[in-house]
T-cell receptor
Framework: DAKTTQPTSMDCAEGRAANLPCNHS???????VYWYRQIHSQGPQYIIH???NNETNEMASLIITEDRKSSTLILPHATLRDTAVYYC????????????FGSGTQLTVLP | KAGVTQTPRYLIKTRGQQVTLSCSPI?????VSWYQQTPGQGLQFLFE???????NKGNFPGRFSGRQFSNSRSEMNVSTLELGDSALYLC?????????????FGNGTRLTVT
């Protein structure tokens, strides 16, 4: 499995952009980087994924470095509802697409 | 578009009983996966189905089983429940089996075994 490293926790002021970094130095050239988040007692929520190019959807933007060893998830205007644990994960293992979540980053959006 | 629906949301069972959990995937999604999530073990893969066929199975005992129907809906069954089976059981659906096809999770069934 591609190993990812994320900060344990981050704070962000409401209305400001939240930038969550992730290192995935062992990821291979054809492996996607996925971001999920989980709010306590709810199921994980898919946010965005990418391979090489930067990606944007209605929830967030994903910036992947040219060497693909790291990425940054950007929530452009964080709200209190964005408080959650954010997981950056490499590709699912083997052929089973078995997701494995690491410790993730606890993002706290402050009013 | 409706998300992944899991029923029931909460279940309380006693040791030795069996339980069936249900999952309705997002419309058009043909792959369904099941995961167990506990504070101690984190997210653990149970099995994955595609077109009514089990494609892969995680490292769980045979008491855990599942199936997928022709409409892609899925059920998982746990027989002879043990206290350690208490967990949040999550179902996730995806369009297909490609790595470019994200998994979308339901909010889970919280199973408590007493």
């Amino acid at each position: 499995d591609a190993k990812t490293t994320q900060p344990t926790s981050m704070d962000c002021a409401e209305g400001r952009a939240a930038n969550l970094p992730c290192n995935h130095s062992t990821i291979s050239g054809n492996e996607y980087v996925y971001w999920y988040r989980q709010i306590h007692s709810q199921g994980p929520q898919y946010i965005i994924h990418g391979l090489k190019n930067n990606e944007t959807n209605e929830m967030a933007s994903l910036i992947i470095t040219e060497d693909r060893k790291s990425s940054t998830l950007i929530l452009p205007h964080a709200t209190l509802r964005d408080t959650a644990v954010y997981y950056c994960i490499g590709p699912p293992s083997g052929s089973a697409r078995q997701l494995t979540f690491g410790s993730g980053t606890q993002l706290t959006v402050l009013p | 578009k409706a998300g992944v629906t899991q029923t029931p949301r909460y279940l309380i069972k006693t040791r030795g009983q069996q339980v069936t959990l249900s999952c309705s995937p997002i419309s058009g999604h043909r792959s369904v996966s099941w995961y167990q999530q506990t504070p101690g073990q984190g997210l653990q893969f149970l099995f994955e189905y595609f077109s009514e066929t089990q494609r892969n199975k995680g490292n769980f005992p045979g008491r855990f089983s599942g199936r997928q129907f022709s409409n892609s809906r899925s059920e998982m069954n746990v027989s002879t429940l043990e206290l350690g089976d208490s967990a949040l059981y999550l179902c996730a659906s995806s369009l297909d089996l490609s790595y470019n096809s994200p998994l979308h999770f339901g909010n889970g069934t919280r199973l408590t075994v007493t």
